[in-house]
Nanobody, 121 residues
């Protein structure tokens, strides 16, 4: 059983930085993809950044050049470094895991409870 727990959210002014962490208890196979998603009220959950089993990363256009996804396999931890934050980055951020190849958010099997990120102008 995979249990994901996010941390690191908070409130920051525009231009600031935050680093989110997602720790997994339970074994996550090296063949799994992991990702960060975000959601605001009344909108669909959207993918922010995904890291494939071979380390390939993909980012939403809105965060390219500002966010970096990484993982520490030894610590079973996924990270999202967020720089140059904008008010439109305000959302609940979730980490997720699923066997690769990854699919749409609705197809991911394992989710954390989310951590709130609020960026003020």
């Amino acid at each position: 059983q995979v249990h994901l727990v996010e941390s690191g959210g908070g409130s920051v002014q525009a231009g600031g930085s935050l680093r989110l962490a997602c720790t997994s208890s339970g074994y996550i196979a090296s063949s799994y993809c992991m990702g960060w998603f975000r959601q605001v009220p009344e909108k669909d959950r959207e993918g922010v950044a995904i890291i494939d089993s071979d380390g390939t990363t993909i980012y939403a256009d809105s965060v390219k050049g500002r966010f970096t996804i990484s993982k520490d396999n030894a610590e079973n931890t996924l990270y999202l470094q967020m720089n140059s934050l904008k008010p439109e980055d305000t959302a609940m951020y979730y980490c997720a895991a699923d066997p690769c190849p990854w699919g749409t958010p609705g197809r991911w099997n394992y989710w954390g409870q989310g951590t709130q990120v609020t960026v003020s102008s």
